[in-house]
């Protein structure tokens, strides 16, 4: 109630000085204050616009400058934050405080934009699997991606997990915003009952991100899946994604995608390194933002090619992701419907062709528990998440109806 009802004082406050700059838009006390409640208020934009204007009527004025710099940084446009700074410092009229303060704005602004960084999590997690159809007959066996779980094979199963990441990154060029960045991490999962579904992944990816008015970010993946502690799938390929703003509320992403999927001989499992074969994905992405929260419509295409029949197919989907705060809680929901069509007929079960249609939804409540620290950037999330998924195929055997409930911490930390 204290941080609403301090809130609302703000709100106000920015209104009364918007009615005195209105009435004397040369004042430039009256101007700055301005700023200055903006800032604090979180309106970059509006803090911004009141800058702009200011500095047309006072081109020089040092602390407008000095403001403009904090606001560009804000908005991750350090060549202008730069150029603002040097103004200030530069200049012969800039009084000492003022000095001193963009001197050690301009440290920060170089620790910031140049040179190495690095942050790393560690999650772990528990939850259970229900797969009551048992369906299909050979659930370890059925893993495509590193991202999708093995099904358990009938009734509830408790199951244990835990996650380790790490982040790289080296900022290239400050200006033209382009960042080499290198993403390391290990997951396992552990069923307490059902030791065939349990699996270990090792991924590797190794981005080239250019962040400007039009990011694009490129990518090589390399994934290792370990099932049962002597069945491997190796996954390597390359990845791009391009993004336009299309306004100030919508923005556009391409995504495209090939993988070369490797699954290693293994003693134990005559007739795995069958299962090779080439994987390709396109997709499109609108973004809209909303009041408060944003919403993300996709299509999504999918082809893979395989030497073992089941493992080849063609998948098209469509989905609705959103996030929506709750207070301190961020609630996210994606729904999606995808329609996949396996090649050549199931020849063990059916002469049919096999087609099936699978809709998912997914929701997620992560509360974010931050922490004091002078060295580093610490934080906690907590993550209750949950999903449900139908399958109708015209081949029975695969009809099916899973879902699984996680509760996760993760507790990240890096450098500032």
Known sequence: MAQSASTAERVQRIDALYQQVFADPSNVELNITLVREQIAAGDLKGASGTLERLLIIVPKNRTAQFLMARVKSSTENYQEARYFLMEVLNAEDTTPELRANSEEFLKELDDLTDGFSWNASLGVNAGFSRNPDAKPDNPSYSLLAPTVPIDVKGGSEEYAGMSLSGQFEYRLNTYEKRILRANLSHQRRDFLTYDKADYETYG???????????????????TRIRVRDYDFMDQVGVSAQQSVMLGSRYRLDGTGSVNRHVNRYSPHFKGNEGKTGFQAKAGVGVNVGLAGFAVRLGADYERKDANITTNSYHQSSLSVA????????????????ARKRVDTPD????????????????????LPVEFLSTSFDDKLQISLSGNISKTESNVSKFDTTKGEVTLNFTYSFGDK
């Open 204 to 222: 590797g990816q190794f981005q080239l991100l250019n962040s400007d008015e039009t990011p694009f970010l490129g990518a090589l993946n390399v």
């Open 322 to 337: 959103t996030t929506i705060p709750v207070g301190a809680v961020n609630v996210g929901a994606n729904l999606k419907m």
């Open 347 to 366: 020849m063990i079960y059916s002469a049919l062709r096999r087609n099936d249609t699978t809709t998912t939804l997914a929701l997620n409540a992560m």
